[in-house]
């Protein structure tokens, strides 16, 4: 399933605490697809806490706790670690990362813990969700089998790897332009990661957000900078971003374009790409501004440049994700739409 959507699932199940109606989950997928922090963005969300046990590095006993002698009777001294109302709050999110990366002794503890949300005498607070994350065997990750009986205390969603999503996120986490661009000139870069020959860096959305930091530290230091980028993303990858970002010295003005002055489009593919990327992150930067709205028409106006108009299309398909159905007040955008009416039906 696409981000954009496991991310909806992942907000209702954690409501349906609520309601009682709330079902583990666990997620799958390779590394660096953004598991984690998918689970992180909904506690950030409902501003709750996020507790993160990670399986792979406990003992038995780090989960069941450890036992004391009271009297005649042992009992066991809870771990601080697991949800309790009086001292995280009575809604939150427990997160099982590594899941797959424990043990069996390990994971045989969390039977009861997932499915009955207790562990002995301590019960799981109502408010709070269980959600689980893992590697799949074929990702070369240190990964154990999941008992039948501890899968069949999930329900299992696998991760899927969408440009557009990660485009979205990216914009909303001011990621570089020019790394986005380059993600969607080479969509196929997104996520390249061949088990077989186990690459210490490879693509990835979490290394393409590396790539970005190494971008904003050695840019100005361009004996660094091919250096830095092929430790995030690989070799091969490191050196066409680097080619690509070098090749954006004769974009066109950018600033006469907002300012609504006659620019012509670029005819090379890929600095269409950077072109495009680039205005979005103009449009989005200007929203609320009280020249939002002009400059933002100036940049519809200039979606009917291209050569190619799908290039366009995608253009302002990333503009309306990023600031919402105020861009259709823009009177810029009927006019666009009615240009584009021909190749939106086609496409459907």
């Known amino acids: 399933m696409r981000p ?5 699932v992942l907000e209702r199940e954690f409501k349906s605490t609520e309601h009682g109606h709330h079902t583990p989950v666990m ?25 993160d046990v990670r399986l792979s ?3 038995p006993s780090d989960l069941r706790g450890i036992p004391f002698r009271q009297g005649e009777l042992v009992e066991w001294a809870i771990p601080a670690m697991l949800p309790d109302s009086a001292r995280h709050g009575s809604s939150g999110i427990l997160f099982l990362d590594e899941i797959t990366s424990a043990p069996p002794s390990v994971s045989a503890a969390a039977y009861q813990l997932i499915l009955d949300r207790r562990l002995g005498a301590y019960e799981i607070p109502d408010g709070w969700a269980i959600f689980a994350a893992g590697n799949r065997q074929g990702d070369r990750g240190v990964t154990y089998s999941m008992p039948a009986p ?3 205390r999930f329900s299992h969603f696998e991760v899927d790897i969408n440009v557009d999503d990660w ?15 380059f ?10 990661f061949d088990p077989a020959h186990n690459p210490a860096a490879f693509p990835s959305p ?16 361009p004996e660094l900078l091919l250096g830095s980028l092929q430790a995030c993303v690989g070799q091969a990858a490191g050196i066409e971003l680097k080619a690509f970002m070098d090749n954006l010295e004769q974009m066109p003005d950018l600033d006469a374009i907002t300012r609504g002055e006659a620019v012509a489009a670029p005819t090379e593919i890929d600095l269409q790409y950077a072109v495009a990327t680039a205005l979005v992150g103009r449009a989005i930067r200007v929203k609320g501004k009280s020249d939002a709205s002009t400059v933002q028409g100036h940049i519809l106006n200039y979606a009917g440049m291209f050569p190619q108009r799908e290039m366009g ?11 919402g159905e105020s861009l259709f007040a823009i009177p810029q955008f009927a006019k666009w739409a009615n240009d584009v009416a021909e190749l939106m039906l086609y496409d459907r």
């Open 206 to 221: 979490r290394s393409w957000e590396f790539a970005h930091r190494a971008v904003q530290k050695f840019e100005h230091h």
């Open 167 to 181: 485009v979205s996120w990216a914009y909303a986490n001011n990621i570089d332009d020019r790394i986005i661009a």
């Open 313 to 323: 299309v995608m253009m302002v398909t990333d503009m309306h994700r990023a600031i």
């Open 57 to 59: 590095q406990m003992e």
């Open 27 to 51: 997620l799958w997928g390779p590394p660096g697809v953004g598991k984690s922090q998918m689970i992180a963005q909904v506690a950030q969300k409902n501003q709750v806490p996020l507790i």
């Open 183 to 192: 993600v969607r000139f080479r969509p196929e870069l997104i996520f390249d």
């Open 4 to 8: 954009a959507l496991l991310a909806q």
């Open 150 to 152: 501890l899968a069949n």
